[in-house]
C-alpha cells in the first residue's frame, strides 16, 4: 500500500510542474518571428528551445478563432498536431552543453524526465510586416513568466505603438495551459 501511495504522490507531484500546453493566438497583422523556450525554474536546467528560431514563423492574424493558432501540446507530439511544428529542439542539461535532439527523441517523450521538469518560460520574438522581411521596429522583447527566479530575465506585458503582447498562464485541475497572445 505505502508502494502505491509514493508512486501516486510522485505521478501527482510531476503533473503539478509538467510542461504543458503552449498557446500562442497571433490576433495581430504581423507575423511572429522567433523562439520558445522550457524551463526548471529551481536550477535552470533542463532547458529547451526551438533549434532555429528565425524559421519559427507564426503569420499574421493566426489564433485560436480561425483554428491557426500556434498549438503545442508537448515536446514530441507537436509534430503531428501544430501547425507549424519544430523539427529540432535544443536540449540542455548542464550549465556548458547543449544538443540538438529530434522532435521524436526518447528523452522528449510526454511524461519523461525533461517534460515532467520544464515549464514554458520565455519567447524572444520580433514581429515582421505580414508577408515581408521588414521587422516592425520596436515591436521586439523577451516575453515570459516575469515571476523572479535565478534563470530568466522576461516581462509578462510589452506594449509598443503597433501592438502588445502579454504572456500568462491558466491552470485547471491537471491542464496548465501558457498563453502567447499577440494584439494590434
Excluded at 37 to 61: I, K, L, R, S
Excluded at 113 to 128: D, G
Amino acid at each position: 500500500m505505502r508502494k502505491i501511495l509514493t508512486v501516486f504522490g510522485i505521478a501527482a507531484a510531476s503533473l503539478v510542474y509538467s510542461q504543458g500546453m503552449f498557446m500562442l493566438n497571433n490576433y495581430s497583422p504581423h507575423d511572429f518571428h522567433g523562439n520558445l523556450m522550457a524551463m526548471n525554474f529551481n536550477g535552470c536546467v533542463p532547458a529547451v528551445m526551438n533549434n532555429d528560431p528565425a524559421t519559427m514563423v507564426v503569420p499574421a492574424n493566426s489564433h485560436m478563432g480561425n483554428s491557426l493558432a500556434w498549438k503545442i501540446d508537448n515536446y514530441r507530439d507537436q509534430f503531428a498536431s501544430s501547425l507549424y511544428p519544430v523539427n529540432n529542439w535544443i536540449v540542455t542539461l548542464g550549465t556548458t552543453s547543449s544538443t540538438i535532439r529530434s522532435w521524436n527523441h526518447g528523452s522528449l517523450m510526454p511524461g519523461g524526465v525533461i517534460s515532467n521538469n520544464t515549464q514554458w518560460a520565455t519567447s524572444k520574438f520580433h514581429m515582421y510586416y505580414a508577408g515581408t522581411g521588414n521587422k516592425v521596429i520596436g515591436f521586439n522583447t523577451n516575453l515570459g513568466n516575469a515571476t523572479p527566479n535565478s534563470c530568466i530575465t522576461s516581462v509578462d506585458y510589452f506594449s509598443t505603438p503597433d501592438g502588445t503582447a502579454e504572456w500568462f498562464t491558466i491552470s485547471t485541475g491537471s491542464t496548465t495551459t501558457t498563453y502567447l497572445q499577440i494584439y494590434p
